[in-house]
């Protein structure tokens, strides 16, 4: 499965990015899809996931209200839109696919595959 990741950049506190991670995957409907970040010299973390029937969503308590996750089944593409950006936000973020599809995961070792990871740089 290979996933590709887009969307990131540079943008002012307060500002909007939206991510996009799309697969060639015919059986992308069938996964859960999570987004995780990874700021230097720190560990990979969970962000948000969405199940495959999009019936339920799961985000890192700091991003709640500010992030929103979401798919298009159709077109093999999972969003983050990212609002209201901290500087804390600033990251490598990252898509990854749960092939097992039961429910949403936090942890990135319950993620099969991973794209390539998309810069997010949030300052004045």
């Known amino acids: 499965v290979q996933l590709q990741a887009s969307g990131g950049g540079f943008v002012q506190p307060g500002g909007s990015l939206r991510l996009s991670c799309t697969t060639s995957?015919?059986?992308?409907?069938?996964?859960?899809m999570g987004w995780f970040r990874q700021a230097p010299g720190e560990e990979r973390t969970f962000v948000a996931a969405?199940?495959?029937?999009?019936?339920?969503?799961h985000y890192t308590d700091s991003v709640k209200g500010r992030f929103s996750i979401s798919r298009g089944n159709t077109k093999n593409v999972v969003y983050l839109q990212m609002n209201s950006l901290k500087p804390e936000d600033t990251a490598v973020y990252f898509c990854?696919?749960?092939?097992?599809?039961?429910?949403?995961?936090?942890?990135?070792?319950?993620?099969?595959?991973w794209g390539q990871g998309t810069q997010v740089t949030v300052s004045s």
């Open positions: 990854a696919a749960d092939t097992h599809g039961l429910g949403v995961r936090t942890h990135p070792d319950e993620y099969e595959y």
């Open positions: 995957e015919r059986t992308f409907s069938t996964y859960a």
């Open positions: 969405i199940s495959r029937s999009t019936t339920t969503i």
